[in-house]
């Protein structure tokens, strides 16, 4: 660091040195130009590269390698979706300033749960293309298969003890259970968020100690409910698409 004139001293700065304290925020908190940008770029890559995954559905069992890749992307926009929700109740549970710059972007990514939702529906309407227990769904088809040799002795005996859980009903009502469960939990973390911020006793202990506790009592057991969730969410959409996988 240069020195045009003077030195420290006393507790002052002279000549052209300044104290380095807190930068003042910006007005406007939006993403720079760059970012949409960027954005567009990534827009026309996903769509060139969309396109010619089409040439799939013209190769002999294209459709499902194609539907395998889509359940690919969707489970990972899920897992950035549900890996930022679990972010946010541990921070609320632990406390630590650590979560204070991470809380806006960790919301914007839980509320993308609705787009997640929506994707998820081609996997559940063409489900009997990628699971063998959606394709063969009661005992008969079951066995049926086995004799025409599309399923072995092993993967129709798994499937059938396993049909309370893996059959097409069964994966209607776990996604909309698992869903709807994160929905709820995401629409009162970002309502609750922005009520604090605008809450007129901000920046007092008792405003501080009543959003804190009523964080801490919504992420406590539903954290509890959201390891249950994704360990079946996975289970069911993942893992079954092998049946005999323990």
């Not at 939006?30 to 799939?56: K, N, Y």
Request: aromatic share 12%; charged share 15%.
């Amino acid at each position: 660091m240069e020195l045009e004139h003077g030195h420290f001293g006393g507790g002052k700065t002279h000549g052209a040195i300044h104290h380095p304290g807190p930068r003042t925020l910006p007005a406007v908190l939006t993403a720079p130009d760059a970012v949409a940008v960027w954005r567009l770029r990534a827009l026309i890559v996903a769509v060139v590269f969309g396109l010619a995954s089409l040439v799939f559905l013209f190769v002999p069992g294209g459709h499902s390698h194609l539907l395998r890749s889509y359940l690919m992307g969707v489970m990972t926009c899920f897992n950035f979706c549900g890996g930022a929700l679990a972010f946010l109740m541990v921070q609320y549970l632990s406390g630590g300033k650590w979560g204070l710059i991470l809380r806006r972007p960790l919301e914007a990514m839980t509320r993308t749960i609705w787009l997640v939702a929506l994707m998820m529906l081609p996997i559940l309407f063409l489900m009997k293309h990628l699971y063998q227990w959606a394709a063969f769904d009661t005992l008969q088809k079951k066995l049926d298969a086995m004799h025409a040799g599309l399923m072995s002795q092993e993967q129709m005996l798994t499937a059938q003890s396993k049909v309370t859980m893996l059959n097409p009903t069964a994966a209607w009502v776990q996604y909309i259970v698992v869903i709807g469960f994160m929905g709820v939990l995401i629409f009162l973390l970002n309502r609750w968020s922005l009520q604090r911020d605008a809450d007129p006793m901000a920046g007092t202990v008792a405003s501080f100690d009543k959003w804190r506790i009523r964080f801490e009592n919504l992420s406590g057991f539903p954290l509890l409910l959201y390891v249950v969730a994704m360990t079946d969410f996975v289970i069911v959409f993942i893992k079954s698409l092998d049946v005999t996988w323990y």
